[in-house]
């Protein structure tokens, strides 16, 4: 089965600064995406950044890009220029086959992220 | 443009009871997907609903039960309800002929067992 490891509960970044969160995950198959998904305490899951697998080059989205390293199958978010509306769970997610003619979403257990003024 | 809603916001129910929660899709999606968030963890995928069926499961016992109905609203059911059910429960709308990856996520239902 699939399976995504965020190593850090927790992180804090100074506003404006840079911060990056680590994602690992593991799977057999080729052909996949991964998201980031943010989480603020309104619960609303938000779609940050989605990364095709079969493509090469990172995704970025205004100040959100990743690092997609495909072989050591690692897919990191970095923020840049922190905001205070940064602040929020991140979590990192698979999407792929799973078996038996299956496809699902599966999530990591989420990096929450303060930002200090 | 609505986005993904569900009902109700908060519930409280008891051991051994039955629950409905429910869901409608954002315009033009046709597939619902259920995910349960215990607190502190990722969601979890319980089961996806396209034309009316069920398509996929996850890891969840026969308790948890879903509908779909034809303009693409769906429920989830629970029954024999167990402390450990306590989650937020989250809807999250795709349309299949897309990304079938790209879902929208409702802002849950929190669920709480006594």
């Known amino acids: 089965a699939q399976t995504v490891t965020q190593s850090q509960p927790e992180m804090s970044v100074q506003e404006a600064e840079t911060v990056t969160l680590s994602c690992t995950y593991d799977t057999s198959e080729s052909d996949y995406y991964l998201f980031w998904y943010k989480q603020p305490p309104s619960r609303q899951m938000i779609l940050v950044i989605r990364?095709?697998?079969?493509?090469?080059q990172n995704a970025t989205e205004n100040r959100f890009s990743v690092n997609f390293q495909k072989a050591a199958k690692s897919f990191s978010l970095k923020i840049s220029d922190s905001q205070l509306g940064d602040a929020a769970m991140y979590f990192c997610a698979y999407w792929g086959y799973s078996g038996a003619g299956s496809y699902q979403l599966t999530f990591g257990k989420g990096t929450k992220l303060s930002v200090i003024p | 443009d609505a986005g993904v809603t569900q009902s109700p916001t908060h519930l409280i129910k008891t051991r051994g009871q039955q629950v409905t929660l429910r869901c409608s899709p954002k315009s033009g999606h046709d597939t619902v997907s259920w995910y349960q968030q215990a607190l502190g963890q990722g969601p979890q995928f319980i089961f996806q609903?396209?034309?009316?069926?069920?398509?996929q499961r996850g890891n969840f016992p026969d308790r948890f039960s879903g509908h779909q109905f034809p303009n693409y609203s769906s429920e989830l059911n629970v029954n024999a309800l167990l402390l450990g059910d306590s989650a937020l429960y989250l809807c999250a709308s795709s349309w299949d002929e897309g990304d079938e990856d790209e879902q929208f996520f409702g802002p849950g239902t929190r669920l709480t067992v006594l």
């Open positions: 609903y396209y034309e009316e069926e069920e398509r």
């Open positions: 990364q095709e697998a079969y493509k090469q």
